[in-house]
């Protein structure tokens, strides 16, 4: 706006200016001319009283010149004023004077002429000559006043605009200035106000961050308590399970071995009842050794992972009917790592048998220098990853299990396309989580 506003100035300022100089070159010109047929009356004069005065006709060539420009002065004259201006009567008063002026200078040349002595001398005699110079001066000397009033009024014009527009100009400038500089202000302004809100919500976000750090890492703890608890529990279970009730189940089939041989002759039914009361207790020993199986593996305390898994797998195998191919190498981990790879292939197993439909199960567990990988893949209908429910736990169980042995879990399935449960855990997974 403050440029428009300069711009509407300056054009405004030039404008007058060209104006009032193009009337000062008209005033100007106006006076000169006015001063030229002056200039000119006076020499047809001179050259009119010395031709009089000495009869010579080369004062009449000056006298002539001066006849002809007169009449062209007066021309040009009356082109300069517009018919309305008040000069205009003063001109044609100048111009009425100016041909008498004239019309008595020429009668007298040519009564000169003609030798019409006492004509000519007459003429010259009377005032008439000076009365008409005297009142052409006067009527000249108003012009040419009138004039230089114009081009005074005109230069005051100039001066006037060039005042306005320097006002003008310095006002819209101081005014751009500070404008600007409120700008400059206000922006600086809001783009603290912006910084300190971001530093406030940089903040916040970064004690939120630091809360859900701390929430996940004692949930995380928390979890693996409870699964060391868990496994702790089962363990203890196991151990009453195998000494208190295994004790008395022994007992038990010793006393009904002793009865049998003592009771040796006595009525069938009674060998009978014996017999299968030894059957009962033979079952019961079977249950009890599977739930003990179930609980904690003795076979992975006594025969290591590879046979605990290959047991694991036939086991499945038999009670579901899915053929199972196992590819399994020895791995040098510690208890709770083979734990680790046990309850996976065991959890991966059960999922199979609930959702999968599959025909067929590939359990592989590989040994590479540093770390271990175990998958298990089978062709049944797959899943969503993505769309688990959260109140599920297998999955998630697994994953926390290998992670916070320093391992990675992943999970790959599609629907119609199987799934594979890949776990990679390191070998010595204290020395690393010591490292990271
Ligand atoms: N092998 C698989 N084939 C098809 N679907 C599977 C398979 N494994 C897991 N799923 C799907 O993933 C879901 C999550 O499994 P996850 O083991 O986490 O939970 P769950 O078995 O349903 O319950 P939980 O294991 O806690 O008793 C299952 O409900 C099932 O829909
Ligand atoms: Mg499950």
Same mark, same amino acid.
């Given at each position: 706006?403050?440029?428009?506003?300069?711009?509407?100035?300056?054009?405004?300022?030039?404008?007058?200016?060209?104006?009032? &100089?193009?009337?000062?070159?008209?005033? %100007?010109?106006?006076?000169?001319?006015?001063?030229? *047929?002056? $200039?000119?009356?006076?020499?047809?004069?001179?050259?009119?009283?010395? @031709?009089?005065?000495?009869?010579?006709?080369?004062?009449?060539?000056?006298?002539?010149?001066?006849?002809?420009?007169?009449?062209?002065?007066?021309? %040009?004259?009356?082109?300069?004023?517009?018919?309305?201006?008040?000069?205009?009567?003063?001109?044609?008063?100048?111009?009425?004077?100016?041909?008498?002026?004239?019309?008595?200078?020429?009668?007298?040349?040519?009564?000169?002429? $003609?030798?019409?002595?006492?004509?000519?001398?007459?003429?010259?005699?009377?005032?008439?000559?000076?009365?008409?110079?005297?009142?052409?001066?006067?009527?000249?000397?108003?012009?040419?006043?009138?004039?230089?009033?114009?081009?005074?009024?005109?230069?005051?014009?100039?001066?006037?605009?060039?005042?306005?527009?320097?006002?003008?100009?310095?006002?819209?400038?101081?005014? /751009?200035?500070?404008?600007?500089?409120?700008?400059?202000?206000?922006?600086?302004?809001?783009?603290?106000?912006?910084?300190?809100?971001?530093?406030? *919500?940089?903040?916040?976000?970064?004690?939120?961050?630091?809360?859900?750090?701390?929430?996940?890492?004692? &949930?995380?703890?928390?979890?693996?308590? =409870?699964?060391?608890?868990?496994?702790?529990?089962?363990?203890? =279970?196991?151990?009453?399970?195998?000494?208190? *009730?295994?004790?008395?189940?022994?007992?038990?089939? &010793?006393?009904?071995?002793?009865?049998?041989?003592?009771?040796?002759?006595?009525?069938?039914?009674?060998? $009978?009842?014996?017999?299968?009361?030894?059957?009962?207790?033979?079952?019961?020993?079977?249950?009890?050794?599977?739930?003990?199986?179930?609980?904690?593996?003795?076979?992975?305390?006594?025969?290591?992972?590879?046979?605990?898994?290959?047991?694991?797998?036939?086991?499945?195998?038999?009670?579901?009917?899915?053929?199972?191919?196992? %590819?399994?190498?020895?791995?040098?981990?510690?208890?709770?790592?083979? =734990?680790?790879? @046990?309850?996976?292939?065991?959890?991966?197993?059960?999922?199979?048998?609930?959702?999968?439909?599959?025909?067929?199960?590939?359990?592989?567990?590989?040994?590479?220098?540093?770390?271990?990988?175990?998958?298990?893949?089978?062709?049944?209908?797959?899943?969503?990853?993505?769309?688990?429910?959260?109140?599920?736990?297998?999955?998630?169980?697994?994953?926390?299990?290998?992670?916070?042995?320093?391992?990675?879990?992943?999970? /790959?399935?599609? *629907?119609?396309?199987?799934?594979?449960?890949?776990?990679? =855990?390191?070998?010595?997974?204290?020395?690393?989580?010591?490292?990271?």
């Amino acid at each position: 706006m403050a440029a428009l506003v300069l711009i509407a100035i300056n054009e405004t300022g030039y404008n007058r200016s060209t104006q009032a &100089l193009e009337q000062i070159d008209d005033y %100007s010109r106006t006076r000169n001319a006015v001063n030229r *047929l002056l $200039q000119h009356v006076l020499d047809a004069e001179t050259g009119s009283r010395g @031709y009089l005065l000495t009869g010579d006709p080369r004062y009449l060539e000056p006298y002539n010149a001066a006849v002809v420009e007169i009449s062209q002065n007066l021309e %040009s004259l009356r082109a300069s004023y517009p018919e309305e201006a008040t000069e205009s009567a003063t001109l044609a008063q100048l111009t009425r004077n100016v041909q008498r002026k004239l019309a008595e200078m020429d009668l007298s040349v040519r009564m000169r002429k $003609q030798g019409n002595e006492d004509a000519w001398k007459f003429v010259l005699m009377t005032d008439v000559g000076k009365e008409h110079m005297d009142a052409i001066r006067d009527q000249a000397g108003k012009l040419i006043q009138s004039a230089t009033t114009g081009m005074v009024a005109a230069q005051q014009q100039v001066e006037q605009t060039l005042i306005l527009s320097r006002v003008g100009i310095g006002v819209v400038a101081l005014a /751009a200035l500070t404008a600007f500089y409120l700008y400059l202000r206000q922006s600086t302004r809001l783009k603290l106000a912006g910084e300190q809100q971001q530093r406030a *919500l940089q903040q916040e976000r970064d004690l939120l961050e630091s809360q859900v750090r701390e929430r996940t890492a004692s &949930l995380a703890q928390l979890a693996t308590h =409870l699964q060391q608890v868990r496994e702790e529990e089962r363990g203890h =279970l196991a151990r009453e399970l195998h000494d208190e *009730l295994g004790a008395l189940l022994t007992a038990a089939k &010793l006393d009904v071995a002793r009865l049998k041989s003592k009771l040796a002759g006595q009525p069938p039914e009674i060998g $009978q009842r014996l017999q299968h009361l030894t059957e009962t207790l033979n079952s019961g020993i079977a249950l009890k050794r599977r739930i003990i199986e179930d609980l904690r593996p003795s076979s992975l305390a006594n025969l290591g992972l590879t046979a605990a898994l290959e047991i694991l797998a036939r086991e499945f195998s038999e009670r579901s009917g899915i053929e199972i191919a196992t %590819s399994l190498e020895d791995v040098a981990l510690d208890d709770s790592g083979q =734990l680790t790879v @046990y309850r996976l292939v065991q959890e991966s197993l059960t999922n199979v048998g609930k959702y999968a439909e599959a025909t067929q199960i590939d359990i592989s567990v590989h040994s590479y220098s540093n770390h271990v990988e175990v998958e298990i893949k089978d062709d049944g209908k797959g899943f969503d990853p993505q769309a688990v429910r959260p109140s599920t736990h297998g999955l998630a169980g697994m994953r926390h299990r290998v992670e916070a042995a320093g391992g990675r879990f992943a999970v /790959a399935s599609q *629907l119609g396309a199987g799934t594979r449960v890949t776990a990679v =855990l390191p070998k010595a997974p204290l020395a690393i989580a010591a490292l990271t």
